[in-house]
C-alpha cells in the first residue's frame, strides 16, 4: 500500500501546496493558505530520529556544508521526530549542493501555516453543558468520577491565558494546572515579517484568544464552563503571534519544534488544533504526528473547516497514521451576546457570532438605524464600494463572493458603524475582519433572523441596539455535522475523519483582556473535545492503555447519524465513525480490530457489483460472561464530485438524492458476514475473527467517480444476569471503479488547462508568436480537481525534447484547486527562466523558437518512474520571437505575486 511506506520511510514533504490550507477555526470567508517561505528549507538526513547515527550526522552536516562554502543560517535543530535542520539559504543555487551531501536524504522548501483568528465576547452560559449531556462527558464526570487527573496534555495553538480563573490563574506553581510549556515565537511573531521568532518568557496569550478557548475546552473548571476533563495537567507551545502584527503565520519548523517539545515533556496526550486543505499523510507534520503515536501519545488534531469545498479536503497533521482527526457537528444551544431589534411592525432579540476583530465590540447602547444597501455593483453582498453615505447606520449585508474584511472596508468607507452579515444558511459562523484599515465592528447572524430583519424593513425605519447581555437559543442544527467540517478521503484513500464532536457554537473561555468568554466554531473546537475524552480514558486505565487502545475506544463507540432528509446514513467521508460518546466508550466491553475499512479502489466496471471481503477480529474484555453477536449493515450515502452532467462542483453530490423515500437497493453498497455462521459466540476474555463481504452499489455510473459507504453495526449481548448489550460501528468507504485512473486535471470542456498571454483572457490560439519580457509573459493556467503526488510543468520544443522547467514546474503532494471565485485555478509563467532540476536551482535562458507547454500530473496511487501513471496535457504550440534577458528581479516578484496567497487562496 502507498501510505506506510512513506509514513514509515521518510519525512517526506510537498515541495509546493499551491492549494492553501484553512486554518482550522472557521474564522474568515475566505479561508487562509499555507505558503512557501522564499529562501528557508528542510534538510532531512539519512538516518532515523534520535539514533547515535543522527547525532553523527548532523556534525558531519555542518562540516560538509562548511567546506562546500556554503553560507547558511541554522533556524533549528531537530532529533526527536525529524533528523535534520531547518536552514536559510543565502544563495538557492547552493540548494543542490546540500542536497548532493553524502548524509542528506531529501530537502524542501519551508512552509508557512496561517493562524486562525480568535474573536471576543462575553458573559457567561452552560452552552458546553449542554454538549456534554450528548456525549456521555456528564455520566463519567458524575457517575465515574473521571476528570483527568494524573492526565498530561500538551496544547500547541496560540498560547493560553493562564491567569483566567477558569483556568487556574497560575503558571507552574504547586497545585496550578500549567506545568509546562513554552513560548516558541513571542508577542510580535509572524513569519512573513518576522521570520525569526524572540520567543517570550511563558506562553501567555492575551491578544489572540484561539489557545484559550481551545484549553477551556479541555480543562476550564469554573461555575461558567467546566471543560472535558478539568482535571488534567497542562501543557502549553505557543507557535503563533498576537493577530495584530499582519497575516499571523508560523513556519512548519516553529510547529515542529513545539511538538518535539511536547514529546520531551512526555505529553500524554498532544492537541493540535490547526491544519486543513487538502492535505496527505506524507505531509513533514503529518509524519511527525505518526512518530508522536508510535512513541505511545495519543494525538487529536482537526480535520479542517473546509466543507464548502467538498471532498479530498481533510488536512494535515490529522492525516497522520494513527492520529485523531476531528470533524466538526453543531451544538444544541447556541450561547452569544445579543441584539435587540426595533421595527414598525415587532420587536425582538437576536444572537450574533462574536466581532471579527476583538478591539471593536458590537456594542450599541442607543439605537442605530439597520441599512440593507445595495453596493455599486447592484449586489447585496457589499462587495464593492457604495455610492451612498450611511452615517451612523449599522449595515446588513449578505455574505459571501468576498472576504469580511472587504465588507467591513466598504461600509466604514460609507460611514457606518458596524456591519451585520447574514448567512446563507440557519447556522452561525466565526468571523474574522482583523485588518489596520477597519475599525468597526463585524458579526454574523443567521439567515432567518436576517429576514426577519429584512420583512421589517420593508415596512419602515428599523433600528438595532446591543448591549453586553448574552442569550442562549436552541439550535435547529444541533446534533448535526457542522456545515464548515471537512472531507475525506485522503488522497490514498483512507478514511478521513476518523471520528467527531461537538465544534459549532461552543461557549469556552477567551483571554481576560478580550473579554474573558465566548462562542466559537471550527473543527478547533472539536478537537479538544475528544482531546479531553482521551484524557478520562486514559484516566479510567490508571494511564496504562495504549494509543490504539484509546483510539479504538474513541471510534467504535461513537454514533453514526443519517444524512439530512435521506434515508441513508451520512457518508464516513464527512463525520468518520459518528459522534464520539466517551460514557459508551468507558463502559465497551467489547473492541473491533480495526476500527475503521478503507477498501482502496475496487476496479470494477459499471453494474459488476464488485465485491470485497474483509476481516474484523471482534474481542470480548468480560473475564466471566460469553458474548454473542451479529450485524446489521447501515448504508451511507454515496458521493462524487461530479454532477449528472459530468461538470465538477464543490458540493458533492449525493445519492440517493434528498427526499427520495426509497431508493433502489442496487444503488446502495450492501454487508453481510460471510463467515463464522450466525449467532457467533464468543467466550469470556477471547476474541473471534469475523469475515465481512461488503458490495460496491451495482447500479451507480462508475465513471462517475463514486465514493460510497457505509457501518458494520454489531451488536453483542452477554450473558451476564443484567443481560449487557452494546453496539459496535465500524464505517468503510470504497471508490467505485478504477482509483488508480481517476483524473486529476479538470477537463477540456471545463476550460482548463489554456495559456494565455499574462493580462489576456482569451486562450493563445495555435501558432501565434509572442516577445517575453519583464512586462510580457506565457501564463498557463490548470485546474486540479483531485490532489496529485506529483505535477510537473515543462516546456518542450517541436521535437518534444524538453528544455526545462517552468517556475514552480515540480511539485510534490499537491492538494486540489478549490472551486470558488478566488482559487478555482492556478498559474504559472514563462518569463524567459528555465531551470534544469527538479530543485529548481539551476537557471537556464529561454532561447526564441517553437515551443509547447507540457503539463504532467500523476494519477492516484501510481508510481512516478512510470511514464503511463501521469496524465497528460499539451499546449497549443506558440513562437517565442524574442526573449529579453533582463529577467530583473521585478519579473521575478511578479512570478513570485502570481504564486502568492491571492491566487491560491479559495
Same mark, same amino acid.
Request: glycine share 10%; proline share 7%.
Given at each position: 500500500?502507498?501510505?506506510?511506506?512513506?509514513?514509515?520511510?521518510?519525512?517526506?514533504?510537498?515541495?509546493?501546496?499551491?492549494?492553501?490550507?484553512?486554518?482550522?477555526?472557521?474564522?474568515?470567508?475566505?479561508?487562509?493558505?499555507?505558503?512557501?517561505?522564499?529562501?528557508?528549507?528542510?534538510? =532531512?538526513?539519512?538516518?532515523?530520529?534520535?539514533?547515535?547515527?543522527?547525532?553523527?550526522?548532523?556534525?558531519?552536516?555542518?562540516?560538509?556544508?562548511?567546506?562546500?562554502?556554503?553560507?547558511?543560517?541554522?533556524?533549528?535543530?531537530?532529533r526527536r521526530l525529524f533528523n535534520g535542520v531547518s536552514i536559510d539559504?543565502?544563495?538557492?543555487?547552493?540548494?543542490?549542493?546540500?542536497?548532493?551531501?553524502?548524509?542528506?536524504?531529501?530537502?524542501?522548501?519551508?512552509?508557512?501555516?496561517?493562524?486562525?483568528?480568535?474573536?471576543?465576547?462575553?458573559?457567561?452560559?452552560?452552552?458546553?453543558?449542554?454538549?456534554?449531556?450528548?456525549?456521555?462527558?456528564?455520566?463519567?464526570?458524575?457517575?465515574?468520577?473521571?476528570?483527568?487527573?494524573?492526565?498530561?496534555?500538551?496544547?500547541?495553538?496560540?498560547?493560553?491565558?493562564?491567569?483566567?480563573?477558569?483556568?487556574?490563574?497560575?503558571?507552574?506553581?504547586?497545585?496550578?494546572?500549567?506545568?509546562?510549556?513554552?513560548?516558541?515565537?513571542?508577542?510580535?511573531?509572524?513569519?512573513?515579517?518576522?521570520?525569526?521568532?524572540?520567543?517570550?518568557?511563558?506562553?501567555?496569550d492575551t491578544c489572540d484568544g484561539h489557545g484559550t478557548h481551545v484549553?477551556?475546552?479541555?480543562?476550564?473548571?469554573?461555575?461558567?464552563?467546566?471543560?472535558?476533563?478539568?482535571?488534567?495537567?497542562?501543557?502549553?507551545?505557543?507557535?503563533?503571534?498576537?493577530?495584530?502584527?499582519?497575516?499571523?503565520?508560523?513556519?512548519?519548523?516553529?510547529?515542529?519544534?513545539?511538538?518535539?517539545?511536547?514529546?520531551?515533556?512526555?505529553?500524554?496526550?498532544?492537541?493540535?488544533?490547526?491544519?486543513?486543505?487538502?492535505?496527505?499523510? =506524507?505531509?513533514?507534520?503529518?509524519?511527525?504526528?505518526?512518530?508522536?503515536?508510535?512513541?505511545?501519545?495519543?494525538?487529536?488534531?482537526?480535520?479542517?473547516?473546509?466543507?464548502?469545498?467538498?471532498?479530498?479536503?481533510?488536512?494535515?497533521?490529522?492525516?497522520?497514521?494513527?492520529?485523531?482527526?476531528?470533524?466538526?457537528?453543531?451544538?444544541?444551544?447556541?450561547?452569544?451576546?445579543?441584539?435587540?431589534?426595533?421595527?414598525?411592525?415587532?420587536?425582538?432579540?437576536?444572537?450574533?457570532?462574536?466581532?471579527?476583530?476583538?478591539?471593536?465590540?458590537?456594542?450599541? =447602547?442607543?439605537?442605530?438605524?439597520?441599512?440593507?444597501?445595495?453596493?455599486?455593483?447592484?449586489?447585496?453582498?457589499?462587495?464593492?464600494?457604495?455610492?451612498?453615505?450611511?452615517?451612523?447606520?449599522?449595515?446588513?449585508?449578505?455574505?459571501?463572493?468576498?472576504?469580511?474584511?472587504?465588507?467591513?472596508?466598504?461600509?466604514?468607507?460609507?460611514?457606518?458603524?458596524?456591519?451585520?452579515?447574514?448567512?446563507?444558511?440557519? =447556522?452561525?459562523?466565526?468571523?474574522?475582519?482583523?485588518?489596520?484599515?477597519?475599525?468597526?465592528?463585524?458579526?454574523?447572524?443567521?439567515?432567518?433572523?436576517?429576514?426577519?430583519?429584512?420583512?421589517?424593513?420593508?415596512?419602515?425605519?428599523?433600528?438595532?441596539?446591543?448591549?453586553?447581555?448574552?442569550?442562549?437559543?436552541?439550535?435547529?442544527?444541533?446534533?448535526?455535522?457542522?456545515?464548515?467540517?471537512? *472531507?475525506?478521503?485522503?488522497?490514498?484513500?483512507?478514511?478521513?475523519?476518523?471520528?467527531?464532536?461537538?465544534?459549532?457554537?461552543?461557549?469556552?473561555?477567551?483571554?481576560?483582556?478580550?473579554?474573558?468568554?465566548?462562542?466559537?466554531?471550527?473543527?478547533?473546537?472539536?478537537?479538544?473535545?475528544?482531546?479531553?475524552?482521551?484524557?478520562?480514558?486514559?484516566?479510567?486505565?490508571?494511564?496504562?492503555?495504549?494509543?490504539?487502545?484509546?483510539?479504538?475506544?474513541?471510534?467504535?463507540?461513537?454514533?453514526?447519524?443519517?444524512?439530512?432528509?435521506?434515508?441513508?446514513?451520512?457518508?464516513?467521508?464527512?463525520?468518520?465513525?459518528?459522534?464520539?460518546?466517551?460514557?459508551?466508550?468507558?463502559?465497551?466491553?467489547?473492541?473491533?480490530?480495526?476500527?475503521?475499512?478503507?477498501?482502496?479502489?475496487?476496479?470494477?466496471?459499471?453494474?459488476?457489483?464488485?465485491?470485497?471481503?474483509?476481516?474484523?477480529?471482534?474481542?470480548?474484555?468480560?473475564?466471566?460472561?460469553?458474548?454473542?453477536?451479529?450485524?446489521?449493515?447501515?448504508?451511507?450515502?454515496?458521493?462524487?464530485?461530479?454532477?449528472?452532467?459530468?461538470?465538477?462542483?464543490?458540493?458533492?453530490?449525493? *445519492?440517493?438524492?434528498?427526499?427520495?423515500?426509497?431508493?433502489?437497493?442496487?444503488?446502495?453498497?450492501?454487508?453481510?458476514?460471510?463467515?463464522?455462521?450466525?449467532?457467533?459466540?464468543?467466550?469470556?476474555?477471547?476474541?473471534?475473527?469475523?469475515?465481512?463481504?461488503?458490495?460496491?452499489?451495482?447500479?451507480?455510473?462508475?465513471?462517475?467517480?463514486?465514493?460510497?459507504?457505509?457501518?458494520?453495526?454489531?451488536?453483542?449481548?452477554?450473558?451476564?444476569?443484567?443481560?449487557?448489550?452494546?453496539?459496535?460501528?465500524?464505517?468503510?468507504?470504497?471508490?467505485?471503479?478504477?482509483?488508480?485512473?481517476?483524473?486529476?486535471?479538470?477537463?477540456?470542456?471545463?476550460?482548463?488547462?489554456?495559456?494565455?498571454?499574462?493580462?489576456?483572457?482569451?486562450?493563445?490560439?495555435?501558432?501565434?508568436?509572442?516577445?517575453?519580457?519583464?512586462?510580457?509573459?506565457?501564463?498557463?493556467?490548470?485546474?486540479?480537481?483531485?490532489?496529485?503526488?506529483?505535477?510537473?510543468?515543462?516546456?518542450?520544443?517541436?521535437?518534444?525534447?524538453?528544455?526545462?522547467?517552468?517556475?514552480?514546474?515540480?511539485?510534490?503532494?499537491?492538494?486540489?484547486?478549490?472551486?470558488?471565485?478566488?482559487?478555482?485555478?492556478?498559474?504559472?509563467?514563462?518569463?524567459?527562466?528555465?531551470?534544469?532540476?527538479?530543485?529548481?536551482?539551476?537557471?537556464?535562458?529561454?532561447?526564441?523558437?517553437?515551443?509547447?507547454?507540457?503539463?504532467?500530473?500523476?494519477?492516484?496511487?501510481?508510481?512516478?518512474?512510470?511514464?503511463?501513471?501521469?496524465?497528460?496535457?499539451?499546449?497549443?504550440?506558440?513562437?517565442?520571437?524574442?526573449?529579453?534577458?533582463?529577467?530583473?528581479?521585478?519579473?521575478?516578484?511578479?512570478?513570485?505575486?502570481?504564486?502568492?496567497?491571492?491566487?491560491?487562496?479559495?
Amino acid at each position: 500500500m502507498v501510505r506506510a511506506a512513506f509514513v514509515l520511510g521518510v519525512l517526506a514533504s510537498a515541495l509546493v501546496h499551491a492549494l492553501p490550507l484553512q486554518p482550522a477555526s472557521l474564522s474568515r470567508d475566505a479561508p487562509g493558505s499555507v505558503r512557501i517561505q522564499p529562501g528557508s528549507y528542510f534538510i =532531512e538526513f539519512v538516518s532515523e530520529p534520535a539514533t547515535p547515527a543522527s547525532e553523527w550526522e548532523h556534525a558531519q552536516f555542518a562540516q560538509q556544508a562548511a567546506a562546500a562554502g556554503i553560507r547558511m543560517r541554522v533556524r533549528n535543530s531537530f532529533r526527536r521526530l525529524f533528523n535534520g535542520v531547518s536552514i536559510d539559504l543565502h544563495n538557492t543555487r547552493h540548494l543542490r549542493q546540500l542536497a548532493a551531501l553524502p548524509v542528506v536524504k531529501r530537502t524542501w522548501p519551508m512552509q508557512m501555516r496561517f493562524r486562525s483568528a480568535a474573536i471576543p465576547s462575553s458573559n457567561v452560559s452552560p452552552n458546553l453543558m449542554f454538549a456534554h449531556q450528548h456525549t456521555g462527558v456528564d455520566r463519567a464526570h458524575a457517575e465515574l468520577g473521571l476528570d483527568g487527573t494524573g492526565i498530561k496534555v500538551g496544547v500547541i495553538d496560540t498560547g493560553v491565558d493562564y491567569m483566567h480563573p477558569d483556568l487556574g490563574g497560575c503558571w507552574k506553581t504547586p497545585g496550578c494546572p500549567f506545568q509546562y510549556g513554552s513560548d516558541f515565537v513571542g508577542d510580535g511573531y509572524d513569519s512573513a515579517k518576522t521570520p525569526f521568532p524572540h520567543p517570550g518568557p511563558d506562553p501567555r496569550d492575551t491578544c489572540d484568544g484561539h489557545g484559550t478557548h481551545v484549553t477551556g475546552i479541555i480543562a476550564a473548571h469554573g461555575p461558567k464552563v467546566r471543560g472535558v476533563a478539568p482535571g488534567v495537567t497542562l501543557g502549553v507551545y505557543r507557535i503563533f503571534g498576537c493577530p495584530g502584527n499582519g497575516t499571523g503565520q508560523a513556519a512548519d519548523d516553529v510547529i515542529l519544534k513545539a511538538m518535539e517539545a511536547a514529546h520531551a515533556d512526555r505529553m500524554d496526550v498532544i492537541n493540535m488544533s490547526f491544519g486543513g486543505g487538502s492535505g496527505w499523510s =506524507e505531509d513533514p507534520l503529518s509524519v511527525a504526528a505518526s512518530r508522536l503515536v508510535r512513541d505511545g501519545i495519543v494525538v487529536v488534531a482537526s480535520t479542517g473547516n473546509d466543507g464548502a469545498n467538498g471532498l479530498y479536503t481533510s488536512g494535515s497533521p490529522g492525516l497522520g497514521v494513527g492520529v485523531i482527526n476531528v470533524a466538526s457537528f453543531d451544538n444544541w444551544m447556541i450561547t452569544s451576546l445579543s441584539i435587540n431589534i426595533s421595527g414598525p411592525h415587532s420587536n425582538f432579540s437576536i444572537v450574533h457570532s462574536a466581532p471579527g476583530n476583538g478591539k471593536y465590540r458590537f456594542v450599541f =447602547e442607543n439605537p442605530a438605524e439597520v441599512v440593507a444597501p445595495t453596493d455599486s455593483a447592484g449586489s447585496v453582498e457589499g462587495c464593492a464600494p457604495y455610492n451612498a453615505s450611511f452615517a451612523g447606520a449599522i449595515l446588513l449585508v449578505k455574505r459571501g463572493n468576498c472576504t469580511f474584511v472587504e465588507k467591513a472596508e466598504h461600509a466604514q468607507a460609507a460611514g457606518a458603524i458596524g456591519v451585520m452579515v447574514y448567512n446563507y444558511d440557519p =447556522e452561525l459562523m466565526s468571523p474574522t475582519s482583523t485588518s489596520p484599515k477597519v475599525t468597526i465592528p463585524l458579526v454574523v447572524i443567521k439567515s432567518d433572523d436576517a429576514q426577519a430583519i429584512l420583512n421589517e424593513l420593508k415596512l419602515g425605519t428599523t433600528t438595532a441596539a446591543a448591549t453586553n447581555h448574552t442569550m442562549s437559543v436552541s439550535s435547529s442544527t444541533g446534533g448535526q455535522i457542522s456545515h464548515f467540517s471537512s *472531507w475525506g478521503p485522503d488522497p490514498e484513500l483512507q478514511l478521513s475523519p476518523a471520528v467527531g464532536a461537538p465544534g459549532g457554537n461552543i461557549f469556552s473561555t477567551f483571554p481576560l483582556a478580550l473579554g474573558g468568554y465566548t462562542s466559537l466554531s471550527g473543527t478547533s473546537m472539536a478537537s479538544p473535545y475528544v482531546a479531553g475524552m482521551a484524557a478520562l480514558i486514559l484516566q479510567s486505565r490508571s494511564g496504562a492503555a495504549s494509543v490504539d487502545e484509546v483510539r479504538r475506544l474513541i471510534l467504535e463507540s461513537a454514533r453514526p447519524v443519517a444524512a439530512a432528509n435521506s434515508t441513508a446514513m451520512l457518508s464516513p467521508l464527512r463525520q468518520g465513525s459518528g459522534l464520539a460518546d466517551v460514557w459508551s466508550s468507558l463502559s465497551a466491553l467489547a473492541t473491533a480490530e480495526p476500527p475503521q475499512l478503507s477498501l482502496n479502489y475496487t476496479g470494477g466496471a459499471q453494474g459488476s457489483g464488485v465485491q470485497s471481503v474483509r476481516t474484523v477480529v471482534l474481542r470480548n474484555h468480560s473475564p466471566d460472561s460469553a458474548m454473542t453477536l451479529t450485524m446489521t449493515h447501515l448504508a451511507a450515502s454515496s458521493v462524487s464530485s461530479y454532477m449528472a452532467n459530468g461538470s465538477f462542483a464543490a458540493v458533492p453530490r449525493t *445519492w440517493p438524492e434528498a427526499g427520495q423515500p426509497r431508493p433502489d437497493r442496487s444503488t446502495l453498497p450492501s454487508a453481510f458476514i460471510e463467515s463464522p455462521a450466525l449467532p457467533i459466540r464468543v467466550a469470556p476474555g477471547a476474541s473471534q475473527e469475523v469475515a465481512v463481504r461488503i458490495a460496491a452499489p451495482a447500479e451507480l455510473d462508475a465513471s462517475d467517480g463514486w465514493l460510497y459507504g457505509g457501518y458494520l453495526r454489531f451488536n453483542i449481548l452477554w450473558d451476564d444476569r443484567n443481560g449487557t448489550a452494546q453496539s459496535l460501528h465500524v464505517p468503510y468507504a470504497g471508490y467505485l471503479g478504477d482509483y488508480a485512473q481517476a483524473d486529476v486535471l479538470a477537463a477540456p470542456d471545463e476550460g482548463f488547462p489554456y495559456i494565455s498571454m499574462k493580462g489576456d483572457d482569451g486562450p493563445l490560439a495555435a501558432d501565434s508568436r509572442v516577445s517575453i519580457d519583464g512586462a510580457h509573459r506565457v501564463a498557463v493556467h490548470y485546474r486540479l480537481e483531485h490532489p496529485t503526488r506529483l505535477l510537473q510543468l515543462q516546456l518542450v520544443d517541436d521535437a518534444n525534447k524538453t528544455q526545462g522547467y517552468l517556475p514552480y514546474g515540480y511539485q510534490e503532494y499537491m492538494g486540489r484547486n478549490y472551486q470558488s471565485s478566488r482559487g478555482r485555478f492556478t498559474n504559472s509563467t514563462i518569463n524567459g527562466t528555465l531551470y534544469e532540476d527538479k530543485e529548481l536551482t539551476h537557471q537556464v535562458d529561454l532561447r526564441p523558437g517553437a515551443y509547447r507547454v507540457r503539463l504532467a500530473a500523476l494519477r492516484p496511487l501510481r508510481d512516478p518512474s512510470d511514464p503511463d501513471g501521469f496524465q497528460i496535457w499539451y499546449s497549443p504550440r506558440f513562437i517565442v520571437d524574442a526573449v529579453s534577458l533582463a529577467r530583473n528581479e521585478t519579473a521575478n516578484a511578479l512570478d513570485d505575486a502570481e504564486n502568492s496567497d491571492d491566487v491560491f487562496r479559495p
